[in-house]
């Protein structure tokens, strides 16, 4: 089983703070995807990563994957209350089903 | 439709009661997967279908569950004798291919009493 593990679980901060979000796993994987999930909705994909050392900019979304494939980091620059949801990493090894984070809960206050 | 419906959006059952829940892909998409989801947390595996086959059901908790997709279209997932533990948000998602985006419904939220 590849278990990807996400820190922080949860996370409160003001608006305009920056924050970063870390998905760690032992498995190697051939790519990587980062989704934000809000309450009563599926998740919606927000990238998706697949070179070792890849960093990819989304407005003020910054996303890395680790040079050995195993890990990835979500960087929120000015975070704004729109950010807020449930942010959770993915991977996928070759032509095999995703399997999920366990989440990153983040709540943006005004 | 434009998305992945999924129906119904809310289901409240007696433990020991049978359930289906209903998925429709986007048109034209050849991949469907299940996913299961308590609160607060990742999605979980359950089921992916390429076509009319089940590519991978080692997600499936026990002989309770079953999903099927006859047509390569709509697929029903299947839960026999409910519990309990049953209870959770179960996904449904979609993409033209295996590797492609995958594409969610809104789930439908299971609540066993």
């Known amino acids: 089983t590849q278990l990807l593990e996400q820190s922080p679980q949860f996370l409160s901060i003001q608006e305009g703070e920056n924050l970063t979000v870390y998905c760690n796993s032992s498995?190697?994987?051939?790519?990587l995807q980062w989704y934000r999930q809000e309450p009563g909705e599926g998740p919606v994909l927000l990238v998706t990563?697949?070179?070792?050392?890849e960093v990819k900019k989304l407005k003020r979304l910054t996303f890395q994957f680790g040079d050995a494939r195993k890990d990835s980091s979500l960087h929120i620059t000015a975070a704004q209350p729109g950010d807020t949801g449930l942010y959770l990493c993915?991977?996928?090894?070759?032509?095999?089903?995703?399997?999920f984070g366990t989440g990153t809960k983040l709540q943006v206050i005004p | 439709g434009a998305g992945v419906s999924q129906t119904p959006s809310n289901k409240v059952t007696e433990k020991g009661k049978y359930v289906e829940l209903r998925c429709d892909p986007i048109?034209?998409?050849?991949?469907l997967y299940w996913y299961r989801q308590s609160l607060g947390q990742g999605p979980e595996f359950l089921i992916y279908?390429?076509?009319?086959?089940?590519?991978?059901d080692s997600g499936l908790p026990n002989d309770r569950f079953f999903a099927v997709r006859p047509e390569g279209s709509v697929s029903t997932l299947k839960i026999q004798r409910t519990e309990r533990g049953d209870s959770a948000v179960y996904l449904c998602?979609?993409?033209?291919?295996?590797?492609?985006?995958?594409?969610f419904g809104q789930g439908t939220r299971l609540t066993v009493v």
């Open positions: 998602a979609s993409s033209l291919f295996l590797n492609t985006e995958a594409f």
């Open positions: 498995s190697v994987f051939s790519s």
């Open positions: 990563v697949v070179t070792g050392g």
């Open positions: 993915a991977g996928r090894t070759g032509y095999q089903k995703v399997t």
């Open positions: 048109s034209g998409h050849t991949a």
């Open positions: 279908f390429q076509g009319t086959g089940a590519a991978d």
